[in-house]
């Protein structure tokens, strides 16, 4: 298994692009997740998903929108990308079975997005 | 709102020195913990959790904490670490046991040297 993949691992975009973050799992998760990190900040939930065709917003939401239209891909959208957003994004997922990995979140590598 | 406050920001050590990173949350009527490790430029990785049982939880590479009900407090330890625990830690806090968001500390950076 690869577990979860992200792409790409960094971008550089100008102010008032877009891109679509891309992350897929292959463990057959229910949930996933989107984070951003920021330094000496922690982790920030932004969306969530507990399934496909359900999404919704966590702490820090504004500026982005997510689609879970399959239960593998779950895609972040920066549409009008400002300098604030400049960050570290994880995709987690997670998922609902007994045993060892119960409640655990598997993180992907991160992919570092500058917006100048 | 869960919360997770991580007392330090940084925490330097010598090798095969033992080192507690400290860990408190708020209060709520049921509480999960983790602790999770990232290494410099990967993402994050579990190292314990804390879902209900015995209060001491034992996790990877040797580390183990305790969850303190009265204190609100999951602080890591370990009694020797190596320069291969040079890493960013991360209290986390759920209120569900199943699926559930969670709330991450600010992280504390270990820093092991020779």
């Known amino acids: 298994n690869a577990g979860v993949t992200q792409t790409p691992k960094f971008r550089i975009l100008k102010i008032g692009q877009s891109m679509t973050l891309q992350c897929t799992q292959d463990?057959?998760?229910?949930?996933m997740y989107w984070y951003r990190q920021d330094p000496g900040m922690g982790l920030k939930l932004i969306y969530y998903?507990?399934?496909?065709?359900?999404?919704d917003k966590g702490e820090v939401p504004n500026g982005y929108n997510v689609s879970r239209s399959t239960t593998e891909d779950f895609p972040l959208r920066l549409e009008l990308a400002a300098p604030s957003q400049t960050s570290v994004y994880f995709c987690?997922?997670?998922?609902?079975?007994?045993?060892?990995?119960?409640?655990?979140?598997?993180f992907g590598p991160g992919t570092r997005l500058t917006v100048l | 709102a869960q919360s997770v406050t991580q007392l330090d920001s940084q925490v330097p050590v010598f090798e095969e020195a033992p080192v507690e990173l400290r860990c408190n949350y708020s209060?709520?009527?049921?509480?999960?913990l983790f602790w999770y490790v990232q290494y410099p430029n990967q993402g994050l990785q579990l190292l314990l959790k804390?879902?209900?049982?015995?209060?001491l939880v034992k996790g990877i590479n040797g580390f183990e904490a305790e969850f303190n009900k009265s204190q609100t407090s999951f602080h890591l330890r370990k009694p020797s670490v190596h320069i291969s625990d040079t890493a960013e830690y991360f209290c986390?806090?759920?209120?569900?046991?199943?699926?559930?968001?969670?709330?991450f500390g600010k992280g504390t950076m270990l820093l092991v040297s020779p």
């Open positions: 987690a997922s997670s998922g609902t079975s007994g045993g060892t990995s119960y409640n655990e979140q598997f």
């Open positions: 463990m057959n998760h229910n949930y």
């Open positions: 998903s507990v399934g496909a065709g359900i999404t």
């Open positions: 209060s709520s009527v049921s509480v999960y």
């Open positions: 804390y879902l209900s049982g015995s209060t």
């Open positions: 986390a806090v759920s209120d569900r046991p199943g699926y559930s968001t969670l709330t």
